[in-house]
């Protein structure tokens, strides 16, 4: 089965930090993706992830763990345009190749 | 990077029409495409695997002769939403992978609404 949880929504405030976290439990493994998403906009690609430790991107770095079955997507010095849904997803490249979402995260930046 | 394009970018119809929306890979061939429907303030669901030149797989609980899809040729998948209804009402969005692996690009959606 499949089965990937994110927190529903967050709230942070300008130039601070937030993780957002992913459970994920997938039956086989085949990596881990972040995307943000903009109100109305399609979703854009932050990272991937297939083994463990952490990636750094900018002000966004992504941590994975495949023992554990987590993830984390890092946003540093955040910006008001940082407000958006946070997605992770699973691909199931034996499933031609299909990509699941968590529910996402809706972050909020305050000023 | 690889560019998938969807058209339209909003429609709205009348109840029990159809509606077609055309998904197409830019400078890319892509065998596999895939749909996804997404309603507001919720993540995106999983509607089809588009597959060019064979039937398109479609996830548990969608209903294949309401949601055709076409995967003619190697650029364009379409997904046709047969007699709408209000409900189908939805933020439609299409995606397609660079070879078997990696990133999945995602066209710009397609807001339906059905009066």
């Known amino acids: 089965g499949q089965n990937i949880d994110q927190p529903t929504e967050m709230t942070a405030t300008e130039g601070a930090i937030v993780q957002i976290n992913c459970t994920y439990q997938t039956s086989g493994f085949n990596g881990l993706f972040w995307y943000q998403q903009h109100a109305g906009e399609a979703p854009t690609f932050l990272s991937y992830?297939?083994?463990?430790g952490l990636e750094e991107k900018g002000r966004f770095s992504s941590f994975l763990s495949r023992s554990k079955g987590y993830s984390y997507l890092l946003l540093k010095e955040l910006q008001m345009k940082d407000s958006a849904s946070y997605l992770c997803a699973a691909p199931f490249y034996n499933q031609g190749g299909k990509l699941i979402f968590g529910q996402g995260t809706e972050l909020s930046v305050k000023p | 990077g690889a560019v998938v394009s969807q058209h339209p970018s909003r429609v709205i119809c009348k109840s029990g029409t159809s509606v077609k929306i055309e998904c197409r890979s830019l400078d890319f061939q892509a065998t596999t495409m895939f749909w996804y429907r997404q309603f507001p303030k919720k993540s995106l669901m999983l509607m089809a695997t588009s597959n060019e030149g064979s039937k398109a797989t479609y996830e548990q609980g969608v209903e294949k002769d309401k949601f055709l899809i076409n995967h003619a040729s190697l650029t364009l998948s379409t997904l046709t939403v047969t007699s709408a209804h209000p409900e189908d009402s939805s933020f439609y969005i299409c995606s397609a992978r660079v070879g078997g692996t990696g990133e999945l690009f995602f066209g710009e959606g397609s807001r339906l609404t059905v009066l």
């Open positions: 992830n297939v083994l463990d």
